[in-house]
């Protein structure tokens, strides 16, 4: 069934890079809606072209042809309705944990007082309220990733788009950040794209995830999460997890080995 109102819709885009002989196809003629609430996870080959789909969501990087919109809206930049999160933190490290977060609502022209509030009750939400007054070169990378979400958070988008947001985190700390991001989404039920190179991450996480092939990038298959939520240990551990898994596995990695 078709999705009369997705949040993000993929209508036959294409993006090349350079010019002439050489111009070089990074994603050809991809077609996908995402639906308002929905978790996506997106997982292929090295230069499948996931950054740049996420890049073009974002508002980052513009299209060759075809059309991105989100909210039924072309996009024709970045915007507040979509927050982005990065594998490097990103974070200013002159300002504090809790300036850091209230950064994007002093853009937002938001008063001292709210902004300070909105700002502890995300670091609240990931676990960073004590260490508001730190300053990031003091925090671990888990954290400095943690303070990274609440920032994206705090300006309320309806969109993130999180860009191998755990790749640098040791194994243990990027469980945690996967179950709290499904914990936050859980409450607000946030539109979610998220790349990643770990097919149990694309897994646990998603409702459905997006298989990329490439040389051109392109859809290569849809593999659906038909996985209850809450997920926890034991769906983690599950023979049905593990089916879906290697489903994932096969696609992306069969895919690229004939590719080779
Ligand atoms: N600004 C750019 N100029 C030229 N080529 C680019 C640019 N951005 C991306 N590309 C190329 O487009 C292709 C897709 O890149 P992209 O970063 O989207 O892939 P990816 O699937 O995210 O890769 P990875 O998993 O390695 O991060 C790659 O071959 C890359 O070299």
Redesign the pocket.
Known sequence: MTDPNPKIAFRNVSKS??EGDKS?V?LRDLTLDIADGEIVTVV?P????????MNIVAGLTGVTSGECLVNGKAVNGPGPDRGVIFQQYALFPWLTVIKNVEFGLKLQGMGREQRRERALHYLDLVGLKDFAEAYPKTLSGGMKQRCAIARAYAVNPSVLLMDEPFGALDALTRVKLQDQLLDTWSKDKRTVMF?T?DVDEAVYIAHRVIV?AARP?RLQEIINVDLPFPRNEEIRLSPEFTEIRNNVWRAVYDRSQQAA
């Open positions: 890079f350079g070089f990074a292929g090295s230069g499948c072209g996931k950054s740049t789909a790349i190179h990329l990038g």
